[in-house]
């Protein structure tokens, strides 16, 4: 009953996973580019993706920009509201290492030094196709959270 | 009874952001509101600050191209031609005519997409998605002529010192006309919907007022001012190829958030007539001039953004790196607006009233 419940969940996540977007410092090129993705034009809900605003209701975390010091703090305090299994996306070549800005002085570099990510998706600005490419990636990595679970 | 919860309910301060389903950036508004009625307003800024003006100190002055560019992903060629501006009155370096009239052409096709992008996000605070589904559908096309004569959708990076990087052949000319009459028609068609239904007006007329005295007083710029009845508009000053084209700045008499929607939206037609303009006096011949040396002195440059005023002040110093470089950008000035606007407001109008000023945190904050 237990294992047949799980294998529900786990398909559902997998039709329909809620992602939570947060600018933490970019230059608005990438932000922009997120949002083009749920226009009709690329339309991200065709996989079941629906934007939310309450980190507690997401799965997936979309990060573009550099970290700075004021808002490394929002950053974690959004990624422990969410519930496992999350997977966290960084976009950008600002988010996947700092890009242009890595020598200015508020900048703390990507955002792997703050939280765990695991796809990333490069590009200045990245383009939608790249960042659908990577949702889908992340959908794999539910699974393979899963498989982990299971092994356990 | 009564008294006790008067007195409980007296003051209450509603956080708002940094993280929040409207705002797509992050800002932090600490509210005071009275019941529902918002009775002071204080922002807490710095979750995008980056330190851009210091970073003349490890790039020279080509690179810091690049860097401002990146001050603000939507009007990114508009803050490069600023930067390039002030860098050639430095430098003494006469800028070919087809170099101008190539600057004003994709400058005006920033201010298009700016706008339409703002207008679908005005649309979403009010709960209007399908409004703005169908403007970031437009928007798209202006997007994909971006990425046709440039290489990038965003980040366009077509200014250089001394004129652009690239050409508009006569083919990619007449295609940009024929999109541009296509959007046109589309925009048009989104008008009655955008100003005469009856939820969008209960939304937006009589909220957020500024008259147009405390506009001047609190020096705000750009459309906000614009819908304040105040005709001010930085190309008027005739940078580029703005002086030889004919245009009239774009004013509303209303104040409040209806007639910054308004001004927007025919600012949108604005720039489509404009880029008309560019393309049938286009002259021939070279696109960059050659330079030498490097910058000494100081200056300021002003252009107009989509959102307003934006000024650069650059010293040199004869060397590759500036000495300084400062950036006042629009969004920053209209921030004051807010404190005028919201008291007196209901807190479910925040959001409708933020975005009406068009806010650009990573201008902002740089």
Known sequence: MKKMLGKIIASTRMKSPWILHFDCGSCNGCDIEVLACLTPVYDIERFGMVNVGNPMHADILLVTGTVNHRNKKVLTNLYDQMPAPKVVIAIGACGLSGGIFRDAYNVVGGVDRVIPVDVYVPGCPAKPEAIIDGAVLALKKFEVLRQQKLAV | ?366
């Open chain 2, 1 to 366: 009874m009564q008294e006790a919860i008067q007195k409980t309910v007296q003051r209450t301060t509603i956080p708002f952001g940094p993280q929040h389903p409207v705002l797509p950036e992050p800002v932090h508004l600490k509210i005071t509101v009275e019941d529902e009625i918002i009775k002071e307003v204080v922002p807490a800024l710095g979750f995008v600050h980056r330190g851009l003006e210091k970073l003349i100190d490890i790039r020279d002055f080509h690179q810091m191209i690049q860097v401002v560019e990146r001050v603000c992903g939507i009007c990114s060629m508009i803050h490069a031609m600023c930067y390039v501006h002030g860098i050639e009155e430095l430098m003494k370096i006469e800028v070919p005519p087809r170099a101008k009239y190539l600057r004003v052409i994709w400058s005006e096709l920033h201010r298009i997409h700016s706008h339409l992008l703002w207008l679908g996000l005005f649309a979403d605070s009010f709960g209007f998605e399908s409004v703005f589904m169908q403007f970031w559908r437009i928007r798209e096309k202006i997007l994909n002529i971006d990425e046709a004569t440039t290489g990038n959708r965003i980040i366009v990076s077509v200014n250089v010192v001394g004129g652009v990087r690239k050409d508009l052949s006569q083919d990619q000319m007449r295609w940009i006309l024929d999109e541009l009459d296509q959007i046109e028609q589309m925009t048009t068609q989104l008008e009655s919907t955008l100003f005469e239904d009856y939820t969008v007006k209960k939304r937006t007329i009589g909220k957020g007022l500024l008259p147009s005295r405390q506009a001047v007083e609190l020096g705000i710029v750009g459309p906000t001012l614009r819908a304040s009845g105040v005709a001010q508009d930085m190309r008027q000053l005739g940078y580029a190829a703005f002086k030889e084209l004919d245009f009239e700045p774009v004013t509303e008499n209303n104040c409040d958030c209806w007639a910054r929607c308004r001004v927007r939206y025919r600012e949108v037609l604005q720039s489509i007539d404009l880029i008309r303009q560019a393309i049938s006096k286009i002259p021939a011949g070279e696109i960059n001039v050659k330079v030498k040396g490097r910058p000494q002195g100081e200056v300021i440059t002003r252009v107009e953004q989509p959102r307003g005023e934006l000024l650069y002040y650059i010293k040199a110093n004869g060397s590759k790196n500036l000495d300084r470089l400062r950036i006042r950008t629009p969004t920053f000035a209209n921030i004051p607006a807010l404190f005028t606007m919201l008291p007196g407001m209901w807190l479910s109008d925040v959001p409708v009233i933020v975005l009406s000023i068009d806010p650009c945190i990573s201008c902002t904050e740089r």
